[in-house]
T-cell receptor
Framework: DAMVIQNPRYQVTQFGKPVTLSCSQT?????MYWYQQKSSQAPKLLFHYYDKDFNNEADTPDNFQSRRPNTSFCFLDIRSPGLGDAAMYLCAARGGAMNVNTEAFFGQGTRLTVV | AQKVTQAQTEISVVEKEDVTLDCVYETRDTTYYLFWYKQPPSGELVFLIRRNSFDEQNEISGRYSWNFQKSTSSFNFTITASQVVDSAVYFCALNSNTGGFKTIFGAGTRLFVKA
């Protein structure tokens, strides 16, 4: 059974039109991540939550926002998508406090196309 | 600074051949954790193994084996008797205490296994 679920799998949005990607997890893990992965590149961390504490990467554009209303759900909002934002967006969940040796569980990703 | 280098961009082998994927990491932390993930065409990142910096014991799991050598900062992954289903992108990743909850990924190695 899928433990990290991302919806939708494929999203097409218009240039400049706000879009929201969704992620849910059944693991009850306290850490959730959003990564952006462009073609043939490594996943790039955008931000993560430790419980409700939000941590933004320094180079994440202001165009990207996130919400985590509860443990299970996390959303990625792109306020004004540009052509350069077309990518695969990966959500992940990981358990643990300061212990960093637990693996992250990833969803199947949402592939975003901007037209 | 923390960094993961996967020098092999693409590898192509014929089924039943053995193949080794290289991973070299950099960190100043004495406590750190290394991971390998597989990303099949479906997009989801699948966890394969984790290793902590205090455990240099090599590991074998079926056709998979991992060679961790702190002296050379390497964590290489070998697939024995490769199969077509092994075709995927493989990522090596690093977490450390200083890095907190951030997982740093290498650029990935795309493995093609031909029948």
């Amino acid at each position: 059974d899928a433990m990290v679920i991302q919806n939708p799998r494929y999203q097409v949005t218009q240039f400049g039109k706000p879009v929201t990607l969704s992620c849910s997890q059944t693991l009850n893990h306290n850490v959730m991540y959003w990564y952006q992965q462009k073609s043939s590149q490594a996943p790039k961390l955008l931000f993560h939550y430790y419980d409700k504490d939000f941590n933004n990467e320094a180079d994440t554009p202001d165009n990207f926002q996130s919400r985590r209303p509860n443990t299970s759900f996390c959303f990625l909002d792109i306020r004004s998508p540009g052509l350069g934002d077309a990518a695969m967006y990966l959500c992940a969940a990981r358990g643990g406090a300061m212990n960093v040796n637990t693996e992250a569980f990833f969803g199947q990703g949402t592939r975003l196309t901007v037209v | 600074a923390q960094k993961v280098t996967q020098a092999q961009t693409e590898i192509s082998v014929v089924e039943k051949e053995d193949v080794t994927l290289d991973c070299v990491y950099e960190t100043r932390d004495t406590t750190y954790y290394l991971f390998w993930y597989k990303q099949p065409p479906s997009g989801e990142l699948v966890f394969l193994i984790r290793r902590n910096s205090f455990d240099e014991q090599n590991e074998i799991s079926g056709r998979y084996s991992w060679n961790f050598q702190k002296s050379t900062s390497s964590f290489n992954f070998t697939i024995t008797a490769s199969q077509v289903v092994d075709s995927a992108v493989y990522f090596c990743a690093l977490n450390s205490n200083t890095g907190g909850f951030k997982t740093i990924f290498g650029a990935g190695t795309r493995l093609f296994v031909k029948a």
